[in-house]
C-alpha cells in the first residue's frame, strides 16, 4: 500500500492564484482531513471528511474549499492565494473517524508571495 | 472551548536523561488521547494512544504516558533518550469523532 500520497511537495504562488493540493489514500479509510502547520501553532484543522459526499469545516476553513467525490480522494482548493496561506499542508486518513490512528501524508510546503 | 495545551515548546536534554512531556487537554466526556510524533524530514506518526482501561499505556521507541484524570493529564515519559529521539511530539484529543485537535508541539533537541 502507498498509504497516504499527496502532491506536489512543494509550491510557491502569487496572491491570487489558485491551485488544488491533491490527497489520495489506498486503504478504504473512511475519514479525512486537512490540517495546516505552522510554527509555534502546531497542527490546525481545516476541512475534515467522514466519507464520500459529506465533508465539514474545522477550525480554520476560509479561504480553502474541499470535496469528497470518492472515498480515496480528498482534494484541497486554494480560490485565492493569500500569504497568510504560507504553511506546511498535511492530509490524514483513519479508518472512521478523529478518535482512530491518524495515517498522515508527507505534506506540502506552499509559499504564497 | 476544547483544547489541548503543551507548555513545554522546546526542550534540550543529554543522550541518557529522562524526560518527561507534558500534555493537558480540557474535555468532560469520554476521552481518548494520542501522542504523533514527527522526526525530521518525515510526516507525523502515532507513538502511542489512551482509550480506556489501564491508564499508564506504552508506544513505540520506548515511550510510554499516563493518564490522570484528576489532573486532565497524558504527560509522555521515557527514562532514557536517545539522539534519533530528536523530534517534534505532538499530543492530540478528539472532541467527538469528528475533530481531532493538536497541542502547538514540543520541539525536542537531545545532545549526543
Known amino acids: 500500500n502507498a498509504g497516504v500520497t499527496q502532491t506536489p511537495k512543494f509550491q510557491v504562488l502569487k496572491t491570487g492564484q489558485s491551485m488544488t493540493l491533491q490527497c489520495a489514500q489506498d486503504m478504504n479509510h473512511e475519514y479525512m482531513s486537512w490540517y495546516r502547520q505552522d510554527p509555534g501553532m502546531g497542527l490546525r484543522l481545516i476541512h475534515y471528511s467522514v466519507g464520500a459526499g459529506i465533508t465539514d469545516q474545522g477550525e480554520v476553513p476560509n479561504g480553502y474549499n474541499v470535496s469528497r467525490s470518492t472515498t480515496e480522494d480528498f482534494p484541497l482548493r486554494l480560490l485565492s492565494a493569500a500569504p497568510s496561506q504560507t504553511s506546511v499542508y498535511f492530509c490524514?486518513?483513519?479508518?472512521?473517524?478523529?478518535?482512530?490512528?491518524?495515517?498522515f501524508g508527507p505534506g506540502t510546503r506552499l509559499t504564497v508571495t | 472551548a476544547q483544547s489541548v495545551s503543551q507548555h513545554n515548546h522546546h526542550v534540550i536534554l543529554s543522550e541518557a536523561a529522562s524526560l518527561e512531556l507534558g500534555c493537558n487537554y480540557s474535555?468532560?466526556?469520554?476521552?481518548?488521547l494520542f501522542w504523533y510524533v514527527q522526526y525530521p524530514g518525515q510526516h507525523l506518526q502515532l507513538l502511542l494512544k489512551?482509550?480506556?482501561?489501564?491508564?499508564l499505556v506504552k508506544g513505540i521507541k520506548g515511550f510510554e504516558a499516563e493518564f490522570i484524570k484528576s489532573k486532565f493529564s497524558f504527560n509522555l515519559r521515557k527514562p532514557s533518550v536517545q539522539w534519533s529521539d530528536t523530534a517534534e511530539y505532538f499530543c492530540a484529543a478528539p472532541f467527538g469523532n469528528e475533530k481531532l485537535t493538536f497541542g502547538t508541539g514540543t520541539r525536542l533537541t537531545i545532545i549526543p
Open positions: 474535555y468532560g466526556g469520554t476521552v481518548n
Open positions: 489512551y482509550f480506556s482501561g489501564d491508564p
Open positions: 490524514a486518513s483513519s479508518l472512521q473517524g478523529a478518535s482512530y490512528e491518524q495515517y
